[in-house]
Structure formats: C-alpha cells, structure tokens
C-alpha cells in the first residue's frame, strides 16, 4: 500500500500565513560560470547565516519562522494570529527577517541582487512540502510584477501594514505606485558594505551588462542612495553607489 490511510495521515490544514517567496537573480549564470564553486558557497553562507540571524535575534515571533530553501530560492513563512497586538507583531517580525534577508544578500559578504513577493493566506508547510494561496501570490508577484530587485507587497497587505506607524516604515511606494519592502528600515551605517556589494556585482557582470541589468543595477542604485540619504546618518553620509 503506497498511501496510509490512518486517519492522522488526513488531519493537516492550511492556516493563515504571512509569506516572503524570494530569488536570487543570475545564479543560474553563476553555476555555470568558472566560479561556480564559489558561488555556491556564498549562497550556503548566506543561507545558514540569515536562518542563524533569525534565530538568535530575541524575539519571541522569529522563533518558529520558517524556511524552505531550494537552490536560488527562499521561501520564508510565519503562522499568524488575529489577535491584536500580537499580529502586527508577527508580520513585523516576516518583514525584517525578509529584509535582513535582502540587505546581506545585497552587502559586501555577497554582492547579489534579489526580487520576491510578500503575501498573506492560506498555507501548509512541513519539511515534506508547501501549499497553499500565498505560496501562489508571493510567487506570481516576484515572477510576473516584481521586475526590478525588490520586494513587491500585497496590495491585499498593504491596507494593513500602512495604518501602523511602525510596520509602514517597511514600505516605500514606487515610481509604478506599487508598495514594495524598505529592506533597510532596520539597517544603520550600512552604506560600505552597500557601496562596496554594489561593486561586487558590477565586477561579476564584466562587460556583459546589457540594457536589461543595467536597469536593474540604476533601481537598486537610486533606492539604496535614497534611503540612505533618508536615514542622514552622518558617519555613512560619505559613501554613495555608483557605476563603474
């Protein structure tokens, strides 16, 4: 018999979920290339690291965040309540775990861009598998209207996240009047590492950036240059992204 049939086999459920669907963008370039090897240590150190980070940041909602990662894709998933405050402090804690996520991917230590989506419904997630609307919606959002590195946010969401004053400072509205994830709200005197990732990623490119990643690398240029100017933090000031 291939299927058990008991009934402890049958008894799993969707709940509501708050989910981060993210790619890496060019990895599969990357294991192509002659530097393959590294490459793919990169992606391990950041993976082990941001599951680590969420881990030992001492928060009570981080602690059962979720993760399933495969290959050049993350997803990352938090259980939700609705109770208030409670709520607002689980989806809090989804945005700077996808944030954090986002900002040392983008650092020094690896020097990638990503895009993703951010939904909230129904899900199923185990170690076997994940089900669900918002596994579905957060994808369709970093494949179909993501389009640059960034995060795009449920509208369905934003109504929610807006009306907080400290779950808002995690959106920023963009030229396209869609909302995506500010992922350094919670970053400070991180413009080095920024600068020094951004020419990373140019030096990986070499001269093959067409008009494509081009576009790509001037977005995540203007957006880091913004925030940090936003931020006015006067020990970061000096440093700026820019072209090579």
Not at 17 to 29: F, K, M, P, Q, S
Not at 60 to 88: C, G, V, W
Not at 127 to 144: I, N, P, Q, T
Request: hydrophobic share 40%; glycine share 4%; proline share 1%.
């Amino acid at each position: 018999m291939l299927v058990n049939k008991n009934k402890d086999t049958y008894d799993r459920k969707t709940d509501e979920y708050i989910v981060a669907y993210i790619d890496l963008l060019g990895v599969t370039n990357k294991i192509k290339s002659k530097d393959s090897q590294l490459a793919m240590n990169k992606l391990h150190n950041l993976y082990t690291f941001s599951v680590k980070l969420t881990r030992d940041v001492q928060i009570e909602e981080n602690q059962d965040i979720q993760f399933k990662i495969f290959s050049d894709n993350i997803i990352i998933a938090k259980k939700l309540s609705n109770q208030m405050p409670q709520r607002t402090q689980e989806i809090r804690s989804l945005l700077m775990c996808a944030g954090h996520f986002q900002e040392l991917s983008a650092s020094d230590s690896v020097g990638w861009l990503l895009r993703g989506g951010i939904s909230i419904g129904q899900l199923f997630i185990d170690d076997v598998m994940v089900w669900g609307e918002a596994l579905l919606k957060s994808f369709y959002l970093e494949d179909k209207i993501a389009n640059y590195p960034r995060i795009i946010i449920d509208k369905d969401i934003v109504n929610e996240i807006i009306q907080n004053n400290v779950l808002c400072e995690y959106l920023r509205k963009d030229f396209d009047n869609l909302y995506f994830l500010n992922f350094l709200n919670d970053c400070h005197f991180c413009g080095k590492m920024l600068m020094n990732g951004f020419q990373i990623m140019q030096e990986e490119a070499g001269i093959k950036i067409d008009e494509k990643l081009y576009q790509k690398f001037s977005w995540h240029m203007n957006f880091v240059n913004a925030e940090l100017d936003r931020k006015n933090e006067k020990k970061d000031r000096k440093y700026r992204l820019s072209m090579l």
